[in-house]
């Protein structure tokens, strides 16, 4: 799918570099591992595609030339879907400055936190201080 919507913005369709962006976002939204490896396998196409011989996304007139229009229309789909997820980008960012930036960010901080709360609460991990008067049992 990406690659038909690479060959439609390549013959000039302008909505297909959109919804390439979109398509991208969707794939780094549900997961970084898949995105990342679809946009290296796709890069090395595009990369290969500038060289005569592997033209596969270009238009069929353009064999004798190199033709840099498919990883130019990559190019410009990864930095569309970059402006597109700073929406949630920067709110991660945000909430790393408010926990002191990234230098002294307590990434256990909620479960320790949790755990501690739990372990006061219901009683567990008391011990009677050295001295104390036992007279419960």
Do not use: W
Request: charged letters at 15%.
């Amino acid at each position: 799918m990406c690659l038909l919507l690479i060959g439609l913005s390549c013959r000039g369709r302008k909505i297909a570099l959109l919804i390439l962006s979109l398509v991208f976002y969707t794939m780094l939204c549900d997961g970084r591992l898949n995105f990342f490896m679809v946009i290296f396998y796709i890069g090395m196409l595009c990369l290969l595609d500038i060289l005569p011989s592997f033209n596969t996304l270009a238009l069929q007139n353009s064999s004798t030339k190199f033709d840099t229009r498919p990883i130019k229309t990559f190019l410009l789909a990864l930095a569309l879907t970059f402006f597109i997820s700073m929406v949630s980008i920067l709110t991660a960012l945000e909430l790393i400055n408010t926990k002191g930036g990234l230098r002294h960010i307590d990434l256990f901080f909620t479960l320790t936190h949790i755990v501690s709360r739990l372990m006061n609460s219901s009683g567990f991990g008391k011990r009677p201080l050295v001295g104390e008067d036992r007279r419960d049992l």
